[in-house]
């Protein structure tokens, strides 16, 4: 069954950067795009960066010009690099693949913003 491995989360200040990580940990038979969402506390998930195999990218409307999604074709991967954090990007990010029998999502990494 493949899984989706993320790391790259932490603690860091206002203003700082974090670059995400989301490798499958075998090949994605069927797989349509892959995105990242976030969830903070007492909120609802919502998506923070989406990317289909033709390069095509999407982002939520408060990431925009700040955060940047790309993919790693070969690994089936995804990478999240975020700068300029707020407080408000606090939350755990969950890496998600859209393939054709259904989705996969990884078990979350922790995004701390705090001075």
């Known amino acids: 069954q493949v899984q989706l491995a993320e790391s790259g989360g932490g603690l860091v200040q206002p203003g700082g950067s974090l670059r995400l990580s989301c490798v499958a940990t075998r090949p994605i038979v069927g797989l349509k795009a892959m995105s990242w969402h976030r969830q903070a506390p007492e909120k609802q998930r919502e998506l923070v960066a989406g990317i289909i195999p033709n390069g095509t990218t999407r982002y939520g409307e408060s990431v925009k010009g700040r955060f940047t999604i790309s993919r790693d074709a070969r690994r089936d991967a995804a990478y999240l690099q975020m700068n300029n954090l707020k407080l408000e990007d606090t939350a755990t990010y969950y890496c998600?693949?859209?393939?054709?029998?259904?989705?996969?999502w990884g078990q979350g990494t922790q995004v701390t913003v705090s001075s």
């Open positions: 998600k693949a859209v393939t054709a029998w259904g989705d996969i």
